[in-house]
C-alpha cells in the first residue's frame, strides 16, 4: 500500500535507504573512546598532556622496560566510575584488567591493558533529543578503562616510519553503545550528548580536534522488521561531520552489495575523507585472536559501595536534571532547554542574563541571535564580545519598552563590534523608542496629509491599506514609534 509514498526519495525518513527492492533501515552501535582528563598515564606517573615534543612523556613503564610493572592511577578509576553514575549505569564492585595481546609497533608491550569480561562499568542508558520535542533512548552496552597505544608517523621521513610513545599509556574509557541506534543524526546526537555529559562530569575534556573524543561506528542494514544484518566498524572517526558521511555511505555500499544478491563481510573499515567513502582495512578479528587473559601484575579493582555513593554525591548537576530545572525556573521550551545545556557555560552564560528577567526572550536571543552572531564570526561563547551582563540589559530595554525588537537588533549588531553598553548605544544614537502619544500623533497626522488619496480609498473599504499607514508612520519615526500604539492611534484617526 505504501509503495507508492515510500518510492518518493523525498519522504524518507534519516536512517532509511530506497534500493530497487524496497526500504532499508540502519543499524548502528558506537564505540567511543574518551581520554581521561588526568595529569599522569594509567598506569605511569608520566605526563599525559598533549602536544609535548615527540617521547619526551614516555616512562620505563610505558616504554614496557623489562621489570617495570604497572601501579594504577587512583584518578583515573574514579573518573570512570564518576563517567559511569553520569551515564545511568551498573557499576561493578569488582573488575579485572586484561591483556589484549597484539603486535604493533606502537605498542611495546606487545599487549594493550584493557578490561574484557569484567569491565568497571556495566549497562546503563542515555537519552538522546531528536526533531519536534521527540527523545529516544540510547542503551550502553559497558564502559571499561584501558591504556591508549603510541603514535606511528609515516609522514616524517621518506622511507621510514617514527614513532612517538608520547601518547602511550594514556587512560582511555571505552563506552559501548547497544545496537539502539537507527539514523547518521541519532549516532550524531549520541556522541553530542556523551560529550557533554563527559565535559560536565569532568572527566574528558571532549575535544574530539585534538583526539581526546573519537569513536567507532558500527554499522548494517536491515529491512524493517528482519534479524539484524552482517556489520561493518568503521574506526576512529574524529568529528560529527565524518561521523555522518561515514554511516550513510557504509549503510549505502551494504545496500547495494546485499540488493545486487552479494553478502556482507565483517570487517574493520576506514573512512576516507577525501572521498566520503569507506574502504576495507582488515577482515573483522574475533575476541579469542586477541588471547585475553588476566594481566597478572594488577589486581582487580575491588570498590566499598560508600565509596562509590560518595563519588556519587560528588556528581555536578547533569544535562538532563538542569533542563528540567530552567524549563521550570525560568518557563522556556524543553527544546531551548536542552540547547543551553549542551555546554555548562551556555547554562552559565544563561543563568546570568536571564536572572531576574523574560526567561524565554533571554533564551530566544542567545540562542538565535547571540549563537548566530557568534558562529558568523568564528568566536566561541567564552571569547563573546557581548557578556551576559550586557544581554541581559538589552532584554530589559526591550521589556521596559525603552526599544523595540527591532531595533534592538541594530543595537546587539553594535554590541558585537563596539563592545559598549546597550544603553550608551541607545543613548549615543537616540534610539529610544516613542511611546508619547502626542509625539505619535504628530507623525500620524503628517502621514494623512501626504496621503489623502489613500486615505479616500482606505475609507471605501480597502482596509488592506492600514498596514501602509503603520508602515508610513514607523518609516517617519524611524523605526523608533511603538508598534502597539501607531495602530491604535492609527485607528482612531483613520475615521
Ligand atoms: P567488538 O568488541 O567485536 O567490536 P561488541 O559486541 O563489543 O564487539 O560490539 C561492538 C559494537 O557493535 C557495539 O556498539 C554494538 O552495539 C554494535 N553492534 C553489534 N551488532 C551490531 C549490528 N548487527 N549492527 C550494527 N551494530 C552492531
Ligand atoms: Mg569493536
Same mark, same amino acid.
Given at each position: 500500500?505504501?509503495?507508492?509514498?515510500?518510492?518518493?526519495?523525498?519522504?524518507?525518513?534519516?536512517?532509511?535507504?530506497?534500493?530497487?527492492?524496497?526500504?532499508?533501515?540502519?543499524?548502528?552501535?558506537?564505540?567511543?573512546?574518551?581520554?581521561?582528563?588526568?595529569?599522569?598515564?594509567?598506569?605511569?606517573?608520566?605526563?599525559?598532556? =598533549?602536544?609535548?615534543?615527540?617521547?619526551?612523556?614516555?616512562?620505563?613503564?610505558?616504554?614496557?622496560?623489562?621489570?617495570?610493572?604497572?601501579?594504577?592511577?587512583?584518578?583515573?578509576?574514579?573518573?570512570?566510575?564518576?563517567?559511569?553514575?553520569?551515564?545511568?549505569?551498573?557499576?561493578?564492585?569488582?573488575?579485572?584488567?586484561?591483556?589484549?595481546?597484539?603486535?604493533?609497533?606502537?605498542?611495546?608491550?606487545?599487549?594493550?591493558?584493557?578490561?574484557?569480561?569484567?569491565?568497571?562499568?556495566?549497562?546503563? +542508558?542515555?537519552?538522546?533529543?531528536?526533531?519536534?520535542?521527540?527523545?529516544?533512548?540510547?542503551? $550502553?552496552?559497558?564502559?571499561?578503562? +584501558?591504556?591508549?597505544?603510541?603514535?606511528?608517523?609515516?609522514? *616524517?621521513?621518506? @622511507?621510514?616510519?617514527? $614513532?612517538?610513545?608520547?601518547?602511550?599509556?594514556?587512560?582511555?574509557?571505552?563506552?559501548?553503545?547497544?545496537?539502539?541506534?537507527?539514523?547518521?543524526? +541519532?549516532?550524531?546526537? =549520541?556522541?553530542?550528548?556523551?560529550?557533554?555529559?563527559?565535559?560536565?562530569?569532568?572527566?574528558?575534556?571532549?575535544?574530539?580536534?585534538?583526539?581526546?573524543?573519537?569513536?567507532?561506528?558500527?554499522?548494517?542494514?536491515?529491512?524493517?522488521?528482519?534479524?539484524?544484518?552482517?556489520?561493518?566498524?568503521?574506526?576512529?572517526?574524529?568529528?560529527?561531520?565524518? $561521523?555522518?558521511?561515514?554511516?550513510?555511505?557504509?549503510?549505502?555500499?551494504?545496500? +547495494?552489495?546485499?540488493?545486487?544478491?552479494?553478502?556482507?563481510?565483517?570487517?574493520?573499515?576506514?573512512?576516507?575523507?577525501?572521498?566520503?567513502?569507506?574502504?576495507?582495512?582488515?577482515?573483522?578479528?574475533?575476541?579469542?585472536?586477541?588471547?585475553?587473559?588476566?594481566?597478572?601484575?594488577?589486581?582487580?579493582?575491588?570498590?566499598?559501595?560508600?565509596?562509590?555513593?560518595?563519588?556519587?554525591?560528588?556528581?555536578?548537576? /547533569?544535562?538532563?536534571?538542569?533542563?528540567?530545572?530552567?524549563?521550570? #525556573?525560568?518557563?522556556? @521550551?524543553?527544546?531551548?532547554?536542552?540547547?543551553?545545556?549542551?555546554?555548562?557555560?551556555?547554562?552559565?552564560?544563561?543563568?546570568?542574563?536571564?536572572?531576574?528577567?523574560?526567561?524565554?526572550?533571554?533564551?530566544?536571543?542567545?540562542?538565535?541571535?547571540?549563537?548566530?552572531?557568534?558562529?558568523?564570526?568564528?568566536?566561541?561563547?567564552?571569547?563573546?564580545?557581548?557578556?551576559?551582563?550586557?544581554?541581559?540589559?538589552?532584554?530589559?530595554?526591550?521589556?521596559?519598552?525603552?526599544?523595540?525588537?527591532?531595533?534592538?537588533?541594530?543595537?546587539?549588531?553594535?554590541?558585537?563590534?563596539?563592545?559598549?553598553?546597550?544603553?550608551?548605544?541607545?543613548?549615543?544614537?537616540? /534610539?529610544?523608542?516613542?511611546?508619547?502619544?502626542?509625539?505619535? /500623533?504628530?507623525?500620524?497626522?503628517?502621514?494623512?496629509? #501626504?496621503?489623502?488619496?489613500?486615505?479616500?480609498?482606505?475609507?471605501?473599504?480597502?482596509?488592506?491599506?492600514?498596514?501602509?499607514?503603520?508602515? *508610513?508612520?514607523?518609516?517617519?519615526?524611524?523605526?523608533?514609534?511603538?508598534?502597539?500604539?501607531?495602530?491604535?492611534?492609527?485607528?482612531?484617526?483613520?475615521?
Amino acid at each position: 500500500m505504501n509503495q507508492v509514498s515510500s518510492n518518493n526519495s523525498k519522504k524518507l525518513k534519516p536512517g532509511q535507504i530506497q534500493g530497487d527492492t524496497g526500504l532499508w533501515e540502519m543499524v548502528i552501535g558506537l564505540e567511543i573512546h574518551a581520554q581521561i582528563s588526568s595529569k599522569s598515564k594509567l598506569f605511569s606517573g608520566a605526563s599525559a598532556t =598533549f602536544g609535548a615534543g615527540a617521547n619526551t612523556n614516555v616512562s620505563l613503564v610505558d616504554a614496557a622496560m623489562p621489570g617495570m610493572l604497572p601501579v594504577i592511577n587512583q584518578y583515573c578509576v574514579e573518573q570512570a566510575v564518576k563517567t559511569g553514575l553520569a551515564l545511568n549505569a551498573q557499576i561493578n564492585n569488582y573488575s579485572v584488567f586484561d591483556r589484549k595481546n597484539y603486535f604493533y609497533a606502537d605498542l611495546p608491550q606487545g599487549y594493550q591493558i584493557s578490561q574484557f569480561t569484567k569491565p568497571i562499568v556495566g549497562e546503563g +542508558e542515555i537519552i538522546i533529543d531528536l526533531d519536534e520535542g521527540k527523545q529516544t533512548t540510547i542503551g $550502553i552496552e559497558r564502559l571499561h578503562l +584501558e591504556q591508549d597505544a603510541g603514535k606511528s608517523l609515516h609522514d *616524517q621521513h621518506p @622511507t621510514k616510519t617514527y $614513532i612517538d610513545l608520547n601518547r602511550t599509556g594514556v587512560a582511555l574509557m571505552e563506552i559501548v553503545s547497544k545496537p539502539d541506534i537507527r539514523s547518521p543524526q +541519532e549516532a550524531g546526537l =549520541f556522541v553530542k550528548k556523551i560529550r557533554s555529559i563527559l565535559r560536565y562530569v569532568g572527566s574528558c575534556d571532549g575535544n574530539m580536534e585534538e583526539g581526546s573524543l573519537r569513536a567507532d561506528c558500527n554499522v548494517s542494514v536491515r529491512r524493517a522488521g528482519e534479524e539484524f544484518g552482517t556489520r561493518c566498524e568503521i574506526k576512529n572517526l574524529n568529528s560529527i561531520r565524518f $561521523i555522518n558521511q561515514a554511516i550513510q555511505s557504509e549503510a549505502e555500499r551494504q545496500v +547495494e552489495i546485499l540488493e545486487s544478491g552479494g553478502s556482507i563481510n565483517q570487517e574493520t573499515r576506514l573512512f576516507d575523507t577525501s572521498t566520503g567513502e569507506t574502504r576495507s582495512m582488515r577482515s573483522k578479528e574475533d575476541a579469542h585472536d586477541y588471547r585475553y587473559f588476566p594481566d597478572p601484575d594488577l589486581l582487580p579493582l575491588e570498590f566499598e559501595d560508600s565509596w562509590v555513593k560518595g563519588l556519587k554525591e560528588s556528581l555536578p548537576e /547533569l544535562p538532563d536534571t538542569l533542563r528540567e530545572r530552567l524549563v521550570l #525556573d525560568y518557563g522556556i @521550551t524543553p527544546y531551548d532547554a536542552a540547547v543551553l545545556v549542551e555546554e555548562k557555560d551556555y547554562v552559565k552564560f544563561y543563568e546570568k542574563a536571564a536572572l531576574g528577567r523574560d526567561g524565554k526572550l533571554t533564551a530566544n536571543w542567545m540562542i538565535s541571535e547571540l549563537f548566530g552572531a557568534l558562529k558568523k564570526e568564528n568566536l566561541s561563547l567564552l571569547n563573546s564580545p557581548v557578556s551576559p551582563e550586557s544581554l541581559g540589559e538589552l532584554i530589559t530595554l526591550i521589556t521596559d519598552g525603552v526599544i523595540s525588537g527591532k531595533i534592538a537588533k541594530d543595537i546587539f549588531a553594535e554590541m558585537m563590534i563596539s563592545k559598549k553598553k546597550p544603553i550608551e548605544i541607545v543613548k549615543d544614537k537616540g /534610539l529610544e523608542q516613542v511611546s508619547d502619544d502626542n509625539e505619535i /500623533l504628530k507623525l500620524i497626522e503628517s502621514v494623512i496629509a #501626504d496621503n489623502q488619496d489613500k486615505v479616500k480609498q482606505y475609507l471605501s473599504g480597502k482596509d488592506k491599506l492600514f498596514g501602509f499607514f503603520v508602515g *508610513q508612520v514607523m518609516k517617519v519615526s524611524q523605526g523608533k514609534a511603538n508598534p502597539g500604539i501607531v495602530n491604535k492611534l492609527l485607528k482612531e484617526n483613520l475615521k
